[in-house]
Nanobody, 116 residues
Framework: QVQLVESGGGLVQPGGSLRLSCAASGSIFSIYAMGWYRQAPGNTRELVAA???????NFADSVKGRFTISRDNAKGTVSLQMNSLKPEDTAVYYC??????????WGQGTQVTVSS
């Protein structure tokens, strides 16, 4: 079992920055990949960025060059640094953990709103 707790969402103006953090507890050493998904109203949930335990990163095309992801395997934490934010980045952001075996877990979600 893994529990995920997110923090860091909020309201920011276009062009601004936010940092999201996610802390895992429980069987953190069974986690293979951690990442962030987002879901805007009326849209399906989509991958934003993910990082494996070996540091391999994957980004959605829409955020490449603007977002970075980092992870501390020992602490079970993952962070998403979001720069040059756009109104279309507005969504609920969810932390996700994929286990090395079967199973995955979701955080409760944190709202990010980009608006002037």
């Amino acid at each position: 079992q893994v529990q995920l707790v997110e923090s860091g969402g909020g309201l920011v103006q276009p062009g601004g920055s936010l940092r999201l953090s996610c802390a895992a507890s429980g069987s953190i050493f069974s986690i293979y990949a951690m990442g962030w998904y987002r879901q805007a109203p009326g849209n399906t949930r989509e991958l934003v960025a993910a990082i494996t335990s070996r540091g391999i990163r994957n980004f959605a095309d829409s955020v490449k060059g603007r977002f970075t992801i980092s992870r501390d395997n020992a602490k079970g934490t993952v962070s998403l640094q979001m720069n040059s934010l756009k109104p279309e980045d507005t969504a609920v952001y969810y932390c996700h953990a994929q286990l090395a075996g079967h199973g995955s877990y979701w955080g409760q979600g944190t709202q990010v709103t980009v608006s002037s």
